[in-house]
Every structure is written in structure tokens, then in C-alpha cells.
């Protein structure tokens, strides 16, 4: 049952000392409060002070007026950043990729999943150093209506990751984690000791929480400390060992307050910004806007409900009509949401995903297309791709890959554009017949016009000005499509009590028979071992088959670090049993896996870099990788495949088997390994051929590539949008197939009674 956050405050907050209070609020005289218009409990340097500083409690003071005694641009802001942390004891680390691999999440959304890992199906986290500093780059989605409205809002944001573990010994706890980060804002950035607020607050995570301290000054919150400490329930927790600092500060907010420009946007794309406002030809009232952008916080459309009567309140309070208002802002809210979403889009294309209808790729064609209807609805004349460069640039001490991207980019942004352009001219024409017909269009309507023909809400607006969208209709259609498909649930079979078995299948793939002892029978057919080298059934190969005791095996599976194999006949426990496995089957399946990888090598260097493998299978008659491809493969870049394919056959490449420490494959090899998903343990095998690819593989493998034999490939089609399947057998399977093939077609000739060169005129 998931924990009540407002339950776990108030059963905390009887104890504020013991969970938020730290040395430096004492050394420095720091008083506790409750928000008299919130409620919130805060500490502040100044005893006569009645509100917090979240908003709708202050609005933003720093606009036009920074409490920093410097101005940064966005990345000397996290140079700034990483030379305080390293000179106090922290790594620095690179960004981890924004596609999360390594953890079952579509993306990045906060620097500590970065050390999120999956062990024995147990949340643990895992450090390359310990304490380290990231500027991770993360995507949610979530605040897609108030991106470009709020001034603040991002699906695309640089959360800065001050994260360790402290186990008594090693790393640090609260008191150093607030004074670092007060330290940093007061004597780095320069803002007055007196202008930093701490908010007291929650964090609750999928099986640990922890209290946190928010921190603000004039209206902004700079950063959010967690402390994650517990694990368990309300009623039953304990301490974590060890316990783990998550500190997370927006770059953008922080590259803000040092400039007191009128959104956060504007520092952050300043180099996109420039561009757009000199090929578009508008200019910003900056005095507006700095009245305004002092109150626009309070846009955010999950609390403010209905936009139009909070700009109206706005509107009134600058003294301005609403509709002058719009005027004024809708250019430039486009223009900056255009800004956030090519970033997000330039960092998603560059690690791998790519816009589709399913799954988190449904996410980014929602902002691409957005994207694309900001274009047309306010009339801007801008170049995506020369922005995406724009971002790139910028962006290169951060990411230096981005701009080997951007050809990719703009493939997908063209295929998409055109993708758009179709459905929209078929999207007037049903909207035009919806609106003569008078048609109801409810929130369901809206959601089957969106999915089914791509109308997107803004589109209906031309014909019907008065209808009423829902302010967060983006955030609900894409949540609908972020559930995972569910798993069919194996029959239940019960191994409590058993010890983990010795897996041997690793140690010699070749040798096909053994003795073992039968540790229990299950159910009259699960055959428990002492030991086994049958393979089983993993990482899309297929199970191997053979005998226990003369009795046939047909099943063999894994639950936890206990394999089963399900045999039909009388085994006896206790007894040794000679068991013979199956050579041949488990030779094609060693072969196909070893080809699937053999063929995702060659897909990628065929298609492009946003190819990764969705799926694999390997079988005794056919092998299939299913990869992220935006379109069906023409026939050349099936050739293509195959023939790259067979000529890294012909090389003869070694193929290494390697157990690392799951942190060092990381490092040494990057997240590319994660072609079939996280690994939910400590230990990750390695396979990799020659220098070309390597991949967390659990299958059997051949040595050297010419082991596997000729590929041929069988067939390919278009699964799902952004899902292209290609099967393919290889060795003495696919002789078999081009015979078979080459039988027909002689067939067909004789029956034609003409020459193969001529069956084509004949036909």
C-alpha cells in the first residue's frame, strides 16, 4: 500500500529537531515557522518573517532585481557548480544517458535514478564514487501544457545531483549536505544569508522515503535536499543501510536567479533565443514582461485550473486586457516552448528513442508535434534543425555527442514533419464535417480524434473557438499511453526453502552431459537440481530440451536462483541421474543468438543510431530482433543488413564471454549494453564481438563468428509504429531455407518451361 506523504508530515513534524533541524541552524541562528498562508513549517534567518517563500506565498522578487552578486550564463552556472563540489570532496561525473536503460523507466526524470539499479528484484542504489556531483539531464512530461507559459516549466531540465550514501563511516550526512548547498548559494552565487528560506517537506519513493529541506530565496526554489533514511511503512520502518543524500537544484533556476531575467527560458536558450527573435522579427516589452513574468508562476494549470480566468487576474492586476494580454505573451510562449522542445528532442533522438504512438516515445511526438502546431498557429518561420545545432552547441560541454546527431535528427524531424502535414490535411476535413454536422466533441471525442487521426485539440480550436479543452490534455492522453503491456504470469511454482542451483551452462557451453543430484520434484514435473548446464529459457532463447534419468525434458526455467526443468516421467529424490542435453538444439539457438547480435550490428550501421533492439527470440528454425525504426526497410536496406551482416561472419571475430562488477561494465562500456533491458543483478555478462558491439547478455554464444554461418534474412515488417521486426536463421538452417528456395524456384521454371533469366518475360 502506498504511503500517505501528508500522514508521514504530520506524524514526523512532532519532531522537527530530530528529522529537518541541522547544525547550521543553530550556528547561525535560524528560527522555525508555520506559513500563516499555507501552513508550511519553514526556517529563516529572520524571526519576524510570517510566510514561506514558495509560491503563491511570495511571488518571484528576483526578477529584474538578482539577490546574487554575479551573473552566470547557463553553463559557467554549473562550472560554478562543479568546481565548489570537487574542491569539497565530490567526483563529477558525465550525464547519464535521458533514456533511462538501467532501470525500468522510459526516461531520466531526476539525477538519482542515475544510481538507481535493480538487485534480487530489490530498489538499490549504486554510486561510481561516493559523494559524486551530475548535471543530469532529465525529461518528464508531466508540465506539458505549462512549458512556455509558467516561465519555469521544462520537459527537458538539468537537475543537478549532489547524491552519496553515508553508512557512518563513509560520506556525509545532513549537517554537511545543508551547509555545502548554504555555503554554495551564500559565498558562490553571493545571495544574502538572510534571503535563504528552508521549506520543511517529504520524500516518498517506491520503497524508501526520507525527510527533505526545499531552499528558496525571493520566491524561487533553488534546489531540494532528500535525506532518504527509512525503509517499510508508516507503522513499521526502519533505517536504511546505508543511507543515501539526494540533492537535486534545478541549473535552470540557479542560471536564473543570477540573471533576473524575466523567465527562466531566457537564460537558459539564450543562444536559441537570439536566433528566433532575429528571424522572427519579434520584440519583447520587456517592462511588460517583467510585471508580468513576477506573477505567471501562479500559471501552473494543475493548480490554477482554468488558464483564462488566471491570466485574467493577471491581466487585471497589470492593468491590461486579457486579450491584449494573449497578444502579447502567446508569440513568445510559443517561441519558448519550441525552445524547451527541440532540446528535449535533440537529447531523446541522440540516446536512442525516437517519436512513436506507444510506450515513452508516444511522449515526444506529442512535443514534436506541438512543436509543429506552434509553428503554423503563431505564423513562426524557424529552422528545427538549425535550433537542435543551436542546442548542441551550447550544449557541448555537457554533451559533446549531440552534434554527431544532428543528421539523425533531422531524418526523424522530416519524416515526422511530413507524418503531420498528412494527418492534419485529413484531420480539416474530419473536423470540418464534425463541425457542420454539429457534433458533440466531449473530453473522450477529443482523446479518439488524437489517437485515431492525429487532430490535435489546437486544430478544433480554428473551427470551434468556444469549445473547452482540457487545460491538461496532453499530460492525461500521454499518461494513457505510458502503461506497459502486462506479462502473462507463469504458472506458479513454489521453490521456498531450496538452495540457489549451480548454473554450469557458462562455464562449458559445449558439454551436453552430466550427473547432478534431484534435490525435489514439484508439482510431479518440475525437477529441482543440485547443478545444471541446461540452458534456461532467458533473454528471448529458448529453453533447452533433452533427458534426466532416460525421462524427456521439455521445459527449463528460472524462478530466482533456482531452475526448474519440467520433465514428463518418474524422477526419484535424492537420486543421482545422468542428464544428456539436447546438442543440436542448443547449437542452432547458440548460433541465432549470436546472430541476433551479429544482425542488430548491422541494422545500426545500416539505419542509424536510434536503433536498439525491443525484442529478440531465438528458436531451432528461425531467429527475429525486433528494432526501433521509424519506417518499413525497402529492400536495399535489407540487402544491405545482410550483406554487413555475413561479411562480420567472414571476419571471423572473437566472441568474448566476461563477468564484470555491474558499476565497471558501465564504465567501460557505456549504457549501450542495456540492448535487452536492465540487469536485475550486481554481475553483468558481457558478450561482445570483436570491438563492434557489446551487450549484458545471459544466452549461449559462439567463439568466433564464423561458427555461426551464412545469415540469410527471412523476412521484415513493421510491428508497431517505430517497431520494425526482421527474421533471419543462420548455419545449416538457413542452407536448408536457400535450398528449399532455390528447389521452388527450379520448380516454377520447369513448370514455366524457360530459363531462369527469362521466367521474368514468361511471367
Known sequence: MPIDKKTLMKKFQTQPEKYWKVSLFDEKGFVRKKCISCGKYFWTLDASREKCDDQPCRFYDFIGNPPTNKKLDYVETWKVIEKFFVKNGHTSLRRYPVVCRWYPLYFNI???????????????????????????FCLRFNDIPNVGITGKHFTCFNMIGQAGFYDGKQGYWKDRCIELDFNFVTKELGIPEKEVIFIEDMWVGPSAFGPSLEYYSRGLELGNAVFTEFVGTIDNYKEMQPKVIDM?????????????????YDVTFEPVIRYMLKETGLTADWDFFQKYSRLAGSLNIEEAGDLKKARSKIAKEIG?????????????????????????????????????????????????????????????????????????????????????????????????????????????????EIVNKNEEINEDKLVTLYDSEGITPELILQYKPDLKIPEDFYSRVAAKHMKEEETVKRQEIDVSGLP????????????????????????????????????????????????????????????????????????????????????????????????????????????????????????????????????????????????????IVEKNFTVKKEWYDRTEAENKFGFTIYQGGYVPNKKVRIVSIGNLNSQA?????????????????????????????????????????????????????????????KAIDAA
Open 110 to 136: 531526476a539525477s538519482i535514478i542515475d544510481f538507481y539499479r535493480i538487485d534480487q528484484g530489490q530498489l538499490t542504489f549504486e554510486f561510481p564514487a561516493n559523494p559524486v556531483i551530475v548535471p543530469q
Open 248 to 264: 537535486g537544484a534545478g541549473l535552470e533556476r540557479l542560471a536564473w536567479i543570477t540573471n533576473g531575467t524575466p523567465t527562466a
Open 320 to 432: 491590461i486586457s486579457v486579450d491584449k494580454l494573449i497578444e502579447k505573451v502567446r508569440p513568445f510562449e510559443a517561441m519558448y516552448a519550441i525552445a524547451d522542445h527541440t532540446r528535449a528532442l535533440t537529447f531523446a533522438i541522440s540516446d536512442g528513442a525516437l517519436p512513436s504512438n506507444v510506450g515513452g516515445g508516444y511522449n515526444l511526438r506529442i512535443i514534436l508535434r506541438r512543436t509543429f502546431s506552434f509553428l503554423d498557429e503563431v505564423k513562426l518561420n524557424l529552422d528545427l534543425i538549425k535550433i537542435c545545432e543551436l542546442h548542441a552547441k551550447q550544449l557541448e560541454y555537457f554533451s559533446p555527442e549531440l552534434k554527431e546527431h544532428i543528421n539523425d535528427i533531422n531524418t526523424i524531424f522530416d519524416v515526422e514533419r511530413k507524418r503531420y502535414n498528412s494527418s492534419k490535411t485529413r484531420a480539416q476535413k474530419i473536423v470540418e
Open 500 to 647: 540457489a542451483t549451480q548454473a554450469l551452462y557458462y562455464d562449458d557451453e559445449k558439454k551436453m552431459e552430466f550427473k547432478a543430484k534431484v534435490l525435489k520434484v514439484i508439482n510431479n514435473q518440475w525437477v529441482v537440481l543440485d547443478k545444471t548446464y541446461f540452458y534456461p529459457e532467458s533473454g528471448g532463447q529458448k529453453a533447452d530440451m533433452g533427458f534426466i534419468d532416460g525421462q524427456p525434458v521439455m521445459d527449463v526455467q528460472k524462478i530466482g536462483n533456482v531452475i526448474v526443468h519440467r520433465v514428463v516421467g518418474n524422477i526419484q529424490e535424492g537420486k543421482e541421474v545422468e542428464c544428456k542435453i539436447n546438442a543440436y538444439r542448443r547449437q542452432i539457438h547458440t548460433r541465432h543468438h549470436t546472430a541476433t547480435h551479429v544482425v542488430f550490428t548491422a541494422a545500426k550501421q545500416v539505419l542509424g543510431s536510434w536503433v536498439w533492439q525491443h525484442g529478440a527470440e531465438k528458436s531451432t528454425e528461425k531467429a527475429r530482433i525486433d528494432i526501433t525504426h521509424f519506417d518499413s526497410l525497402t529492400e536495399q536496406q535489407i540487402k544491405e543488413i545482410e550483406r554487413i551482416a555475413n561479411e
Open 697 to 757: 547478455c545471459g544466452g549461449t554464444h559462439v567463439d568466433k563468428t564464423k561458427e555461426i554461418g551464412y545469415i540469410t534474412i527471412l523476412k521484415t515488417k513493421r510491428i508497431q509504429d517505430g517497431v520494425v521486426r526482421i527474421e533471419f536463421c543462420s548455419g545449416e538452417i538457413a542452407e536448408k531455407y536457400l535450398k528449399e528456395k532455390a528447389d521452388l524456384l527450379k520448380q516454377t521454371l520447369d513448370i514455366l518451361k524457360v530459363e531462369e533469366d
